[in-house]
Antibody, heavy 123, light 112 residues
Framework: QVQLVQSGPEVKKPGASVKVPCKASGHTVSSYGISWVRQAPGQGLEWMGWISAYNGATNCAPRFQGRVTLTTDTSTSTVSMELRSLTSDDTAVYYC????????????????WGQGTLVSVSS | NYVLTQPHSVSGSPGETATISCTRNSGSIASNYVQWYQQRPGSSPTTVIYEDNQRPSGVPNRFSGSIDRSSNSASLTISGLRTEDEADYYCQSYESGNQDVIFGGGTKLTVL
């Protein structure tokens, strides 16, 4: 069973950046991806982007392009999401989620999720 | 990208059957697999159905998924409702072309 462990809560000021790591363990395949999904207080799930740990391919939702960077460190099985130019609208719980990656097209079944990282943005 | 629309809320009594719909507004619902996630308050989402109608190990067979081409929608059906089924449920799919992931807005299931 794949386990994803995220870092603890963050408090940031408007205009700052935040980098959230997600460490994967228990996986026996190298062809996997990590997606990032956020949830603002009382709101639904919002997809932000994904990265393939297999070949480093990335894809970001249009509203986050230019503001999000996804990186992977295969030596530690850690994927990180950096979000820049934070505003109060970015206050949310950020989740990472595991899926099997296929270069021909994945099905994006998020079979394991991290515990979430609360990012609070306030002056 | 297309949009997945879910009802805001659904309710049922213990022992009854509840069905949550997820309607795709363009393109065929059968073109891309649909997943369903359960999220209880304060917890991370978990998969209850993947690839339209597959149930992960550990998920009770009270949970089932289907797609209906005529209404262009997917459905999650929970039979024999229990109080522990009370949660938010999200459908999710993706775009074949740009590989974007799409979530429905979520449905709050109340077991009265």
């Amino acid at each position: 069973q794949v386990q994803l462990v995220q870092s603890g809560p963050e408090v940031k000021k408007p205009g700052a950046s935040v980098k959230v790591p997600c460490k994967a363990s228990g996986h026996t395949v190298s062809s996997y991806g990590i997606s990032w999904v956020r949830q603002a207080p009382g709101q639904g799930l919002e997809w932000m982007g994904w990265i393939s740990a297999y070949n480093g391919a990335t894809n970001c939702a249009p509203r986050f392009q230019g503001r999000v960077t996804l990186t992977t460190d295969t030596s530690t099985s850690t994927v990180s999401m950096e979000l820049r130019s934070l505003t109060s609208d970015d206050t949310a719980v950020y989740y990472c989620a595991f899926f099997f990656y296929y270069s021909s097209g994945s099905y994006y079944n998020f079979q394991s999720w991290g515990q979430g990282t609360l990012v609070s943005v306030s002056s | 990208n297309y949009v997945l629309t879910q009802p805001h809320s659904v309710s049922g009594s213990p022992g009854e059957t509840a069905t949550i719909s997820c309607t795709r507004n363009s393109g065929s619902i059968a073109s891309n697999y649909v997943q369903w996630y359960q999220q209880r308050p304060g917890s991370s989402p978990t998969t209850v159905i993947y690839e339209d109608n597959q149930r992960p190990s550990g998920v009770p067979n009270r949970f089932s998924g289907s797609i209906d081409r005529s209404s262009n929608s997917a459905s999650l059906t929970i039979s024999g409702l229990r109080t522990e089924d009370e949660a938010d449920y999200y459908c999710q799919s993706y775009e074949s072309g740009n590989q974007d992931v799409i979530f429905g807005g979520g449905t709050k299931l109340t077991v009265l």
